[in-house]
């Protein structure tokens, strides 16, 4: 069993976004930079607990990115993972990016390729979806459970008001959300052992972008909130019923 | 040249976030100088003709039985098809479960741009620029979308479901090839009774100031007055206080009801990525100091074991309920 575990690095959760050059760039200056937490709780987690229950099972990853993503694809294989790809491009954007992921998954033959449901910060959830098209495999979206026996997946995917249980025989690409496994944090070993995983970098193939970004807006600000005394509740039925008109 | 929205259905009943996704498409086809088509995979229970009020003037159906399972694999293909048929430049899925699975395959399979998770009618004065919701809300980027097809998906709750017209839709039986489907559903499990979180109007929301699950009573008994769903913070979900399909948050579900109500939950950063697009937003703390007032529009600094039962008794007495 060989699964391709996507990664993606985003700037940590508590980062304050800010945009520099006229609103056109995101201001990086002091971001700590983070696996893409569905990346890492969910997909990566997913991806070793197969391999603990399956030693045989391959795991590589792949990231996206110039050499300032390599931080966090070295934290990922501290996690768990056999070896790791990083094309060596600028993630323009989703079709780009998937572009350059399945370029790798066609010359290395996955069973399971495993994303994030979405990255944090431009919350696109479609590279799972590209991928999955680009390489004619079917693609379950924003799943919450993942059971494999033999080249059978059980997939349990989210919808609304529930969860939809299906079954996929062979390959397929999964982008993976609360629920497919409990987050985890790296050990010595893990570290001391990702060190000599072997990180290839690869020149990136051919490939357009579809998208521009053209500026970035921070939402106006709030007006400030209206506090009512603990002990007159109704006051805030009425400011709910009568002035937000929401009740 | 057409715009044409996907209508997406479950147990045959068109969603809430299809009725937006409809009266944008229309709004997008007046701007367009164009008309907008519906589409609707599969059978459905729902009174078709009627969506005309949204909007649309003519509805495809594809109504083969086979779509009425879900797979985007399927539906993509069904889709691609349509769109050629008719010529449509514009696609527009609501950015919900099945959106976020069709989009992307179709983007790729049209060679079309996509933006998910629209938030605004595109700007179409200069080439064509949507504005997305990034940063899990806290902030929005306009993206340029530099093909001739273009396929938006758009976000829940962001852009209202409008009647705009008294012509009903006339329906179209519509041939597609529908392929053979990799993906065997097994089971569906819904939550009975339940408003789901994601269409919700008014969310109920408690955090780890509840102190344990036999303290949610409360927070059910107003949500259900309110016609609300319930949701809850990262910890709450994760100590198994409440199902995990109620976390709301950077990591969790991002929703934007017209009322959130915090009940006992602080207001960290990550919690407010998801829930910061509400357009009300109502705190119950106890410490004047949590971070979330500064995101509220209206707040009680008070013991929610002595507040929310009052607030219970004051909406009882709104709605006229014994
Ligand atoms: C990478 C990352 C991602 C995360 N993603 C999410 C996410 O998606 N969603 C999320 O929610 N969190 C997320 N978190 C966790 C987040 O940082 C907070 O820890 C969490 O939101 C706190 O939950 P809480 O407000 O319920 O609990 P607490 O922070 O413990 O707050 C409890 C609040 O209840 C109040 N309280 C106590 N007793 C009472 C009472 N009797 N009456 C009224 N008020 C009372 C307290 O004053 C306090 O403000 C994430 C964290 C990280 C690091």
Known sequence: MKVLVCISKSPDTTTKIAFSDNNTTFATAGVQWIINPYDEWYALVKAIELKEKDPATVIHLITVGMSDAEPVIRKALALGGDEAFRVNADSKDSFYIASQISEIARQGSYDLIFTGKETIDYNGSSVGGMVAEMLNLPYVALATHFELSGNTSTVTREIEGGEEIVEVNGAVVVSCQKGMAEARIPNMRGIMAARTKPLKVVEPTDAETLTTVINFELPPAKGGVKLVPADNPAELVRLLHEEAKVI | ?322
């Open chain 2, 1 to 322: 040249m057409s715009v044409l929205i996907f209508i997406d259905q479950s147990d045959g009943h068109v969603k809430k976030a299809s009725l937006e996704a409809i009266s944008y498409g229309a709004k997008l086809a007046v701007q367009l100088n164009t008309t907008a088509i519906g589409l609707v995979l599969g059978s459905v229970k729902e009174d078709l003709p009627a969506l005309g009020q949204y909007g649309v003037t003519q509805i495809q159906q594809v109504e083969n039985a086979q779509l009425n399972h879900f797979d985007a694999q399927v539906y993509t293909s069904v889709i691609a098809q349509v769109t050629q048929q008719i010529g449509a430049e514009t696609i527009v899925f609501a950015n919900n479960v099945d959106g976020k699975a069709i989009a992307p395959r179709l983007s790729v399979r049209l060679k079309a741009a996509l933006v998910s998770g629209a938030v605004a009618l595109p700007d179409t004065t200069n080439g064509f620029v949507v504005r997305k919701s990034v940063f899990s809300g806290k902030a929005f980027a306009n993206i340029e979308l530099k093909t001739n097809t273009r396929i938006i998906t758009l976000n829940p709750n962001s852009f209202p479901a409008t009647v705009s017209s008294d012509a009903p839709a006339t329906v179209v039986p519509c041939e597609a090839v529908v392929d053979a489907s990799a993906i065997q559903v097994k089971a569906v499990n819904k939550v009975k009774g339940e408003v789901p979180l994601s269409e919700a109007d008014i969310v109920v929301s408690g955090g780890r100031g509840l102190k344990g699950p036999e303290n949610w009573g409360m927070i059910e008994t107003l949500a259900k007055l309110l016609g609300a769903a319930t949701a809850c913070s990262r910890p709450v979900a994760d100590s198994d206080w409440r199902p995990h399909h109620e976390h709301v948050g950077q990591t969790g579900l991002a929703i934007a009801p017209n009322l959130y109500i915090a009940i006992g939950i602080s207001g960290a950063i990550q919690h407010l990525a998801g829930v910061n697009r509400s357009k009300t937003i109502v705190v119950i703390n106890k410490d004047p100091e949590a971070p979330f007032f500064k995101a509220a529009d209206y707040g009680i600094v008070g013991d929610a074991f002595e507040v929310v039962p009052k607030l219970i008794e004051e909406i009882k007495k709104l709605k006229g309920v014994a």
